[in-house]
Structures are given as C-alpha cells and as structure tokens.
C-alpha cells in the first residue's frame, strides 16, 4: 500500500515536498516513480528512480525544479518540487514499479497511491 501525502496551495514560485509512504511489503527492491494527472488530462510521468538511490530521470517540463529521492530504511518517498508554476497544479501520484530500474511509462508500474493534490497559484 502507497500513501501519498504533502500536496496543498501554494503561489507561484514556492515550494512543496511530497512523500509517499509504502507500508505491507518492502519496496527496497524497486524502482518509484511520481506521476501527476491534471483535470480533464491524461496521467502523466514526472521522475522516477531506481531501488538504491543512485538513477534518477525527469520529465523535461520539471527538470532543475524537481528533486526525486528514497529513504528505503524508511520506506518512503520523496518528491521535492521547488520554483512551482501553474501548471504544475495536478494530482501527484507515487507508483511502485515492476522492475528495480523504473521507467517513464504507466503500465511499468503495478501499485499506485491514491495521490495528493498539489494547486499553484498565479
């Protein structure tokens, strides 16, 4: 089980840390990922990183703003979004990936959180 938490309002140029707590099995072993889903939109990928730590990858529209992170003794993850904009407001979403690698794509994860919402005003 995932649960995501940390989402609110915010202005624009601020700051908001998400994390996604994994409870009844370890996810030590997989790869996360965060996703994000804006009203009347598709779901999208945000960043995702690998089961130790050390690969990390962005979506373009978030790269040099957003810091994707783990603390596996904690089983939790970390989404770190700073200088936000408008159109980041969505629904963010973890996910537990298949593999211990992860990638950009939906269907490469099996256990999704229930999401958070993150709103930034102009």
């Known amino acids: 089980q995932l649960q995501a938490f940390g989402g609110g309002l915010v202005q624009a140029g601020g700051s908001l840390r998400l994390s996604c707590a994994a409870s009844?099995?370890?996810?030590?072993?997989?790869?996360m990922g965060w996703f994000r889903q804006a009203p009347g939109k598709e779901r999208n990928f945000v960043a995702r990183?690998?089961?130790?730590?050390?690969?990390?990858s962005y979506a373009d529209s978030v790269k040099g703003r957003f810091t994707i992170s783990r603390d596996n003794a904690r089983n939790t993850l970390y989404l770190q979004m700073n200088n936000l904009k408008p159109e980041d407001t969505a629904v963010y979403y973890c996910?537990?990936?298949?593999?211990?690698?992860?990638?950009?794509?939906?269907?490469?994860?099996?256990?999704w959180g229930q999401g958070t919402e993150v709103t930034v005003s102009s």
């Open positions: 990183i690998n089961w130790s730590g050390s690969s990390t």
């Open positions: 996910a537990l990936s298949k593999g211990m690698t992860g990638s950009s794509y939906l269907g490469g994860y099996n256990y």
């Open positions: 009844g099995r370890s996810f030590n072993n997989y790869a």
